[in-house]
């Protein structure tokens, strides 16, 4: 049994926070080739690469859901961390996962959804934004929120250093919120 499955795409600055704070991870998988490939192999932690090749309205979104799938099936995970994961899934790992996939994003949802939420956060000149933890769910950054944390937009922030500012407190909140999660999962088993 893997207890928990992190999914990548980016710099896996957030993967390697919860490596550090020795989170039970078992598997990561990646939808290109990535920095976060790297930090699981530097931590001995088996990684998928699943490319995810084609980035136009054409992908077939169900095919690749049904691979992903396929793979936390044969590692028998029981949760899926998504941790700057670019690509979004369809319904049937949701059916098979459902309230077990979780999702950090670098917003105070329900604002900002998206794939620029620290761009548009910017624009809009808010003075505070922050970080969503929440489930995730076929409704994009839209599942129930389970923890936030509030980050001050400073004058003089690029996209740059506000996110960076964010996935600060991203690395603190998800480990915290995804071992909660897997603590109160294991008592009511
Ligand atoms: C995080 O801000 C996450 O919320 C967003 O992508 C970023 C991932 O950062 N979806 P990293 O790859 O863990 O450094």
Redesign the pocket.
């Known amino acids: 049994m893997t207890p928990l499955a992190v999914l ?10 919860m490596l550090k704070d020795s989170l039970r991870v078992g598997l990561v998988i990646a939808d290109r080739a ?3 490939l790297e930090i699981a192999k530097a931590f001995s932690i088996p990684a998928e690469l699943i490319e995810r090749t084609n980035f136009t309205k054409t992908f077939d979104r169900d095919a690749y859901t049904r691979r992903v799938l396929d793979v936390l099936l044969r590692y028998d995970v029981q949760f899926v961390a ?5 690509t979004v899934f369809s319904q049937p790992i949701f059916d098979h996962y459902a309230n077990r996939i979780f ?4 917003s105070l949802l329900p604002s900002f959804k998206g ?1 620029r ?2 761009r548009d956060a910017l624009q809009h000149g808010v003075k505070i934004t922050g ?1 969503t933890i929440h489930i995730a769910t076929p409704d994009p950054d839209g599942g129930p929120i389970l923890a936030q944390q509030e980050v001050p937009i400073l004058p003089g922030d690029t996209e740059t250093i506000l ?1 960076e500012r ?2 600060k407190a ?2 603190v909140l ?1 480990p915290r919120v995804l071992r909660e999660q897997l603590q109160l999962a294991k008592q009511t088993n």
């Open positions: 990548v795409s980016l710099t896996g600055s957030i993967l390697e926070e990535c920095l976060g998504m941790a700057g994961f670019m999702n950090t994003h670098p794939n939420p620290v970080c996110h964010i996935k991203e690395r998800y």
